[in-house]
């Protein structure tokens, strides 16, 4: 995907069939000719030499469906979803949630 900034304008460029359907359902997500249009919020950080991904959270709709894990909790912390940016206040030893398909992240 190559990826131009002018200003304040974005441009995404597919470079292979995959990316191609990818920005297409995209499209059709964000844009909504009869209700209003979605907007991209950014979530968590991009630090390329941590981790080369950056996520960004569909406005207006839902996110995953919370479930608790078989980890608990070794101290009271807030918990997020790097995808959908849920978050939960967890008390020391109650059992860490899940969210998205993935255990939540321990922010505190």
């Given at each position: ?5 002018d ?5 995404f ?24 249009t979605k ?18 959270t569909?406005e ?8 608790m ?6 101290d ?33």
């Amino acid at each position: 995907m190559k990826i131009t900034i002018d200003r304040n304008v974005v441009e995404f460029v597919p470079e292979n069939a995959a990316e191609t359907t990818s920005m297409e359902t995209l499209w059709r997500i964000l844009i909504d000719c009869v209700n209003e249009t979605k907007n991209l919020t950014p979530i968590g950080e991009y630090v390329p030499i941590k981790k080369n991904l950056a996520r960004f959270t569909i406005e207006g709709l839902p996110g995953g469906k919370t479930i608790m894990s078989e980890q608990v909790s070794e101290d009271d912390c807030t918990y997020i979803c790097e995808i959908c940016n849920k978050y939960m206040n967890v008390k020391k030893g109650q059992e860490i949630p899940l969210c998205c398909g993935r255990i939540m992240e321990g922010v505190d």
